[in-house]
């Protein structure tokens, strides 16, 4: 515990701004919905197709994994901490699941139960970093980082050079299995989400971790085990990427050390587009979920409208930071550092 | 004193500065001469803070004028404010800490100090030391300015403003903002000595919310209201009460710190502290506190006061006993403190006291949460209707208990900073480290009634305090310490409270 | 200043010592207790290495070291043969597959190959291949390798050069960057033509089509020149075959994810008028058949590069209609197979064609005839023998 510093009195900010602050944390919170709802609207006008069930259909089906990637994500970054351990734990998650249900190579059929374990497995990995990274005070983008090469590490043992292709029919089920014309998938994804706003507002950890990330030394202050619900918001992450990669695993038929290539940068992408911000404290899993539509949405309709693949990539990157340059307009503050 | 007939250094002519519907400054005039030291005092939102902006070049006046040595001035930021003359030590200190000395002083002002976009680091040197040898001061100019104590900083900021003497061949007008409130008793007396040698060879303009100290040192005293200068006074003529009166424009009800309020201290001891020792600050700390009690600790800053109560209430590790209404209690961290009844408000309310981002009902329950909660659940509308019923308890102005907190003002800020530690009815002993730092003389007087009327229903408290005024007016007994060690303890009865000479005499 | 020492006599190590003292003694003191340090480790390695030795390099600049005399009979004893594949990562079946056909191969002559894995990233790639040559004979090692990218073998060339040791490459190297330009230990750069592959499954698909209707494409990484010219194949093919239109082409990546992803937004988009998949890859194939199946499309006809386990097996299913093999087992081989027989005596460098030291090697279409053979890759043994190690080369590299 740091002693108590002679610090600088608090500046009073004055009467002034108080009600152009509030009006600013207001398009904070609804800003990314405004800029999801314009995106929507411009690709309805531009493509016959974007503002079709079929294809509501699918851009809900297509954000499924990267939502529940992002549930979890948001309590890690609510803390003010980063995670960086998705791809490797979505793979060791990814090629376990596949081996531990029916397969083509081994002659293990665990059924529901490999769901089970692959989730725990996730789980193990958070509790690690979490135990790492508040036992040694390292930092979680390292003990992220680190978790993320053993997970990829654990995964490529486990491949050993041929994909386990899953061969249980009612994975098979799962997978192109619909429910009101969505895939299972997406009904899974939407009961992630509900469970992650409940314990946003209805647990402890969720009031701990905005708490936490908001101002930690107060929260040692009040009491509260900082260094258990650390740990906890990370087992409740992993154990997210864990299932994660079992969705990705049931998708594409088959177990691949891939499973999470590229999903770590777009679900911190999301999270952020949605006004859940990399300094802790603020956002929440509403707002990382409307990044995660607008992320999708912008991919469907950028191929919709027919962009040329060559450009799509150059586009997203304007359209996101256009969209994040007009959420913060009115958070930003003269003489305010950025970093 | 005396009032020379040349033209004023400085001269603000009924400047005008709206922010949407709020008027920020309302026609303010004033002015400032050569080498003369000019106060300025006015609660939070008076204009004080815009004013300075403006003379610095940060914000722009709507209408009305700015002279600088009979000149008319337009700013745009600090750097042409400074190519004026014009500098201001903050008070939120604006040094960087990884820079040396050297370059803090001159930086952005290097001059020939970089040639192609390269140091020339024994110029760079020399020119700073130059600096402080104006103030006489001896500070290493390659020392890292993480590595000076706030009084040093300061002295470096003081040099840095000098700095621009160089470059305009003028007198410099060195602005002051809450200069002291970083600074113990001791290093304030040195800034107000060094504040006497400022005055041969610049203007200077002291902003502070120490009434005392504002009497000390200026030559004039502009009191600000509601965006417009309401008095200038000259010290002498005035005292500290007319001050305050003229600050916030009516009488306070009552006394400013509720005195009268102050009830006998009763027998029964609540906390026992026998040969406590936090690791190389203090050492066998004895003292008792008794139901109801406000126990003001006075000492320097390195006196080990701040840790000593750090390590009550387990945010430090210490040695000792203590002992809560004649039972044994370990404080080994908050959360054991917590449970043994005891709440504390720390100094740095943005960094420690309070989420910002978190509604005020958030904020209020924090520590107690498992009192709104069943099992791991919340329940969200327990917890509103607590929050609603302190809200009104504290008169909390708040547009809602789901506001953030970070929209309040700073006293209505740290009134819910308090009511988190008053929602539990158990609530033994209540340790304030510094409750009314940055807050305007209203809120000031809020919090005092506050803490009186905690401990009417029995709460202890010990108490840190900004002002040795404040303390020996808040507490029943002044606990002083020096080096670690309490050195002695000061009886402050209603109506025979000793005088703060009396008290710092034993903390030096 | 690098110093390769290796199997030093004692007094020459004295002198190496006493060079670099006196050299670094002229900067610092510190600079010299480092050089001393340093020797001594140098002296430690020397020792433990045991045997006779060659001559000192000291200076070790790169081209100072002796070209192996190539009319020689072999120049190192076979059990002293140091085989090392390099790869990517295990974590695809093919480069696991190539490092298994590098085994079968080391197996074959009583050697074992050392199984290097650089993740992608270029800088472990060059380091790796330092520390390897540090630690051995180089003029006894053979490098099988796949650069990182284009850019990356340039520095490999240099490095190896300056070793002496035999160095095969694949996929990636500078146009102009050749082996017969003065390296004489970099035998061969095997590579495959892109465009021949990517026009070989587009045929597939549209006779499976019946030469009409509308199909879309996967493409790889843009910027890649797999991709490009896998691509440019496609629209050959297109040119030839009037009755087919490209519906729609987007990029996905190489990757599955993404192609499942973008292909179920291209169903959604053009519904039942796609009658075919070109993918530049299998796993880009695979992901779209996923979203195919999703949706209920079965006749569609589906084809990707590199034959991939999963994805012989489909076409072995029917589900896929081709893919294309480069042979995985085969190249990791290969390369190793080479540089024994250069080492051994069985291949003298001065016979090998300027053809043979850059060239496209044969890829076999895989259909629903050849599935079955080919869902287990392995090495045929007898394209490594001395004599049958240029029977796969179509052409020279353009």
Known sequence: MAPARLGQAPPETGRAPARSRRRASLLADYGPLGALVLLCLTFSVLSPQFATWGNLRNVLDSAAVLAVITVGLTFVLMLGAIDLSIEGVMATAALSVALLIANTRNDIDLGFLAIVAAVALGACFGLATGLLSTGLKIPSFMTTLGMSAIGIGIATVLFAGVQPSVTSPAMGEWASGQWFGLTRLTFVAIGVVIVGLLVQHYTRLGRYARAIGGAEDLALLSGIRVRRYKTIAFTFAGAVYGLAGVMVTIQLGSGIVQAGVGQNFAAITAAVVGGTLLSGGRGGVLHSIVGVLIVTVLVNGLVLIGVSPYVQGAVQGVIVVAAVAITAWPLRQRLRVVK | ?508 | MTVQIEQEPPQTLMSIEWRITVNSMMRSRRGMALATAAGSLLILSGCSAGTEGTETDVTSDAGSTETPDSSAGGTCAPEEIQLIGQVRNETNPYEKAWLDGGDAFAESVGLTQTRLTYDGESPKQQEQLRQTLSTGNPECMVLNVLPNGDSDTAPIVAEVDAAGAYLVTHWNKPADLNPWDGHDTWISHITFDGVDAGAQIADAIFEEMGGEGGIIALQGILDTSAAKDRFIGLENSLEANPGITLLDQQAADFDRTSAFNITKTLITKHGDEIKGVWAANDDMALGALQALEAAGMSDVAVAGIDAVPEAVQAVADGTMTATVSVDGPWQGGIGLAMGYCVLTGGLDMADVTQEQRAFFARQTLISAENAEENLTPTANLADFECGNLFDRVTGPVS
Not at chain 2, 63 to 74: D, F, T, V, Y
Not at chain 2, 361 to 368: G, K, S, V
Not at chain 2, 465 to 476: F, G, K, N, V
Request: hydrophobic share 40%.
């Open chain 2, 1 to 508: 004193m005396s009032a020379p007939a040349e033209a004023p250094v400085l001269a603000v002519h009924d400047v005008r500065k709206t922010f949407g519907e709020t008027t920020a400054l309302d026609g303010l005039s004033f002015e400032v001469r050569r080498h003369e030291v000019v106060g300025l005092i006015g609660e939070n939102g008076a204009g004080k803070s815009t004013l300075l902006k403006m003379l610095i070049g940060l914000e722009q006046p709507d209408s009305g004028s700015i002279a600088l040595r009979g000149e008319q001035i337009k700013m745009r930021g600090i750097a042409q404010a400074g190519a004026a003359g014009i500098g201001m030590v903050f008070q939120e200190q604006s040094l960087i800490p990884n820079l040396t000395v050297a370059e803090n002083i001159l930086f952005g002002a290097e001059g020939d100090a970089i040639v192609g976009g390269m140091y020339r680091w024994k110029t760079l040197r020399q020119r700073a030391q130059a600096q402080l040898d104006k103030i006489g001061s001896t500070i290493d100019v390659d020392a890292m300015a993480e590595d000076l104590t706030f009084a040093e900083r300061q002295l470096v900021e003081i040099a840095k403003v000098l700095a621009t003497e160089e470059r305009t061949n003028a007198e410099p007008v060195v602005l002051l903002d809450e200069p002291t409130s970083v600074l113990d008793r001791d290093e304030a007396e040195v800034l107000f000595a060094q504040i006497e040698r400022l005055r041969t060879r610049a203007s200077v303009v002291f902003v502070s919310h120490r009434l005392d100290e504002v009497l000390q040192v200026s030559d004039r005293v502009y009191v600000l209201r509601n965006g417009s200068s309401v008095a200038e006074c000259v010290p002498g003529e005035v005292d500290e009460a007319e001050l305050r009166r003229l600050m916030i424009g009516r009488d306070l009800e009552g006394s400013h710190y509720s005195e009268e309020r102050q009830l006998p201290v009763q027998d029964e001891v609540r906390l026992r502290v026998r040969d406590l020792s936090v690791k190389g600050v203090c050492e066998s700390v004895d003292f008792d506190l008794h139901v109801g009690e406000i126990l003001g600790i006075a000492g320097v800053q390195g006196s080990g006061r701040e840790e000593l109560c750090r390590g009550i209430f387990g945010a430090s590790a210490t040695r000792g006993s203590l002992e809560m209404d004649g039972r044994p209690i370990r404080t080994s961290s908050p959360r054991s403190a917590i449970s043994s009844d005891i709440g504390f408000v720390p100094a740095e309310r943005r960094r420690e006291g309070m989420v910002g981002t978190m509604s005020v009902a958030e904020n209020i329950t924090l520590p107690h949460i498992a009192d709104v909660c069943a099992g791991p659940v919340l329940q969200r509308s327990k917890e509103r209707r607590l929050a609603d019923d302190w809200i009104e308890r504290l008169r909390i102005r708040t547009a809602s208990a789901a506001a953030p907190l970070a929209s309040l003002s700073g006293g209505n800020q740290q009134k819910a900073v308090l009511a988190r530690w008053m929602v539990s009815d158990s609530l033994k002993l209540l340790i304030l480290d510094h409750p009314t730092r940055g807050l305007d003389v209203g809120a000031k007087s809020e919090v005092y009634r506050l803490i009186r009327e905690l401990t009417a229903s029995g709460v202890s408290v010990l108490l840190m305090a900004d002002s040795l005024e404040e303390l020996i007016a808040m507490s029943h007994r002044v606990l002083v310490m020096k080096d670690g060690r309490v050195t002695d303890v000061v009886d402050a009865p209603v109506g025979a409270k000793p005088t703060p000479v009396t008290v710092l005499e034993r903390m030096i």
